[in-house]
């Protein structure tokens, strides 16, 4: 079998098979590419053995990619090598013995700062001809702005990601319980919970709006033409409101995952409270973000200075 064919093959059966998002599957597909093309073209896959992996890998690595990458890369073709061996395309598995290296540093997630964060809401409440005050009994004069409003705001509040916010049924929004239940990686449910009044209230003035318009479909989310918000669509809005707002930084939607969780994480919340509304299935993915707070942490004893104002003081 041709390794270009594989790989075709093997994407089908993910789609089919695995309950993976279409950006894992879309990266799981683009490192067997890598492979391929290494390999070359009219490859088959009775060209894949330990040696060439191991070649492989040393070769994306002298290439310059990141110690992170590179285990995601290793993890995609693993993945690949077992599902031609269970097939019978190939004799035994590659990756039997073979260590990939790199470290296991992990990169701290980027977070956006208050200030920023401040006016970038600003913005979207302008833009939207909304205020703080806004009680949810007026209807919603712009909706589109409002739909960027509310997504960045449900984001920040409860740190879901992109695509649960955007994936997310009117039917699932429970106004009197301020809650949103989500469905998220893996299919697991969860709940989330509104923070405040006022985000309450720009909900139920949305919901009526959306009725209002007749939105005919079942997410809750929509854009100018009534049809369903896409994960990519909010991305370049998110962007966009940003560079309006005039924040420097580029600002994804995964930083406003980040700042929920760090901002919760400053205020004392307990760290397993936050890995259960991040839908994180392991701990220790969520203790990513102490290493965050502890930036925080050495900020404020910095400043604070104890024993600088011992000594420098007067006696």
């Known amino acids: 079998m041709q390794l270009s064919h594989a790989r075709k093959e093997y994407k089908r059966w993910l789609l089919a098979t695995r309950d993976l998002s279409p950006h894992t599957i879309r990266a799981y597909d683009g490192d067997i590419a890598a492979f391929a093309d ?71 997630p980027r977070v956006v700062p208050r200030r920023d964060l401040h006016r970038l809401l600003e913005h979207l409440l302008r ?39 955007v994936a997310v049924e009117a039917d699932a929004i429970d106004l009197p319980s301020e809650s949103i239940r989500l469905l998220g990686k893996g299919r ?18 949305y919901l009526r709006t959306r009725s209002k318009l007749r939105v005919p479909h079942h997410q809750l989310l929509f854009n100018r033409h009534l049809q369903p918000l896409t994960t990519a669509a909010m991305r370049a809005r998110l962007a966009k409101a940003a560079d309006h707002a005039g924040i420097a930084t580029h600002v994804t939607p995964h930083m406003l995952r980040h700042t929920a969780a760090t901002q919760l994480l400053d205020a004392g919340v307990d ?20 290493h965050v707070s502890d930036r925080a942490l050495r900020r404020v004893i910095s400043q604070a200075d104890v024993i600088g104002q011992m000594i420098g003081g007067d006696n």
């Open 38 to 108: 290494y390999l070359g073209a009219r490859s088959t896959v009775s060209r894949i053995d330990q040696d060439r992996v191991v070649a492989f890998l040393e070769h994306q690595r002298a290439a310059g990619l990141a110690g992170p990458s590179l285990r995601r890369r290793a993890s995609g073709l693993r993945g690949f090598c077992r599902w031609l061996e269970a097939g019978g395309h190939i004799e035994g598995d590659p990756w039997v013995g073979t260590i990939v290296g790199g470290g296991r540093s992990r990169t701290l």
């Open 127 to 165: 833009t939207a001809s909304l205020d703080r005050d806004h009680s949810g009994t007026r209807p919603l004069a712009h909706p589109h702005e409002a739909t960027t409003l509310l997504a960045v705001a449900i984001m920040v509040a409860t740190g879901v990601r992109v695509a649960e916010v």
């Open 188 to 205: 697991r449910e969860r709940q989330v919970f509104l923070t405040n009044g006022w985000i309450t209230g720009l909900l139920g003035a």
């Open 271 to 290: 760290i397993r409270y936050i890995q259960r509304l991040l839908g994180h299935a392991s701990l220790s993915t969520t203790e990513i973000y102490t």
